[in-house]
């Protein structure tokens, strides 16, 4: 799916479905994505080359997994880059050098950060990138507006050609959105961690991406009773059964699994050609709850 900066009220799909699972990168990098080396580089690069051959259009990375670490294994990989793809950076936090999460907010280190992935991903403009404001799995309440308006003046100055958020709350996108348009959202989102519901639904009214990143339920997986029988019945696996919930759930949402193998990655593109039926739908909506709609953001 391309991202764009339009308000249409209706979030463009791309020619494929397979174009609405995105890759994230987070596990080509050593064990707990804590700035070491990816255990084989070469099957690293397989995978990323491999997920473009597969129509997938949207990679997103950043130096959470490591300065440099997987922003350098893309160009290698993918540079000179296609023209449909869109590579998504994330700044705003960073690994210490004791392997520590830590904000990186303030103007300076956003300046540095962009200037970082434009240089080791060997461009010239990036395509989006995305604020990450602090919180583990859930967002906190602060306002991501001060440091936004940092990102906001590097787009003015054409490093940036479109501006998004991870992590954020409702009011963090009144916010943000209130300085620069938006264009997607990244939150941590899946089968059985449903509380943006919400926001999903605000987003895809205004035509708003939202990205949903450990949609396989991160460590430890999801398990679940309904997901498996739901898989027996499909004769699938419950992993792409978790990721085709995800494509029905809403048309706006963008999946962004991560793995380090090319047969896993095959696997998890399959999810865009199936299609659940309204009785496994409702079998596995159950497994989350269902959460009321907001009117609007």
């Not at 991560?258 to 497994?287: C, F, M, W, Y």
Request: proline fraction near 8%; aromatic fraction near 4%.
């Amino acid at each position: 799916m391309t991202i764009t900066a339009e308000r249409s009220g209706e979030f463009p799909l791309g020619d494929r479905l397979a174009n609405r699972l995105g890759y994230g990168t987070m596990r080509l990098t050593g064990p707990d994505a804590a700035g070491r080396p990816p255990p084989d580089r070469t099957t690293a690069i397989a995978v990323l080359r491999r997920a473009v051959d597969l129509g997938v259009d949207h990679i997103d990375t950043g130096d959470y997994a490591g300065p440099h670490k997987v922003t350098d294994l893309i160009r290698k990989a993918l540079h000179p880059y296609p023209l449909e793809l869109t590579v998504v950076t994330n700044v705003g936090a960073r690994w210490t050098s004791e392997g520590r999460w830590v904000q990186a907010l303030a103007p300076e280190e956003l300046r540095r950060a962009v200037q970082d992935n434009l240089d080791h991903l060997g461009v010239d403009v990036l395509d989006v990138v995305n604020l990450r404001m602090p919180g583990f799995r859930e967002p906190v309440e602060q306002s991501p507006a001060e440091p936004f308006e940092t990102l906001a003046e590097l787009r003015q100055q054409g490093l940036i050609r479109h501006l998004g958020l991870s992590n954020v709350t409702t009011q963090g996108f009144a916010d943000a959105e209130a300085i620069a348009p938006v264009v997607c959202v990244q939150n941590h989102y899946n089968l059985v961690h449903r509380h943006d519901d919400p926001l999903v639904d605000a987003l895809a009214r205004v035509g708003v991406a939202f990205v949903a990143f450990s949609p396989l339920g991160g460590f430890p997986p999801i398990e679940a009773p309904a997901l498996a029988r739901v898989a027996a019945v499909l004769e699938t696996t419950e992993t792409e059964v978790a990721l085709t919930w995800l494509l029905a759930r809403s048309p706006n949402i963008l999946p962004i699994a991560s793995t380090r193998s090319v047969a896993h990655l095959e696997q998890n593109l399959e999810a865009g050609a199936r299609v659940l039926g309204p009785v496994e739908l409702e079998e596995l909506d159950r497994i989350g709850g269902v959460v009321e709609p907001e009117s609007g953001l």
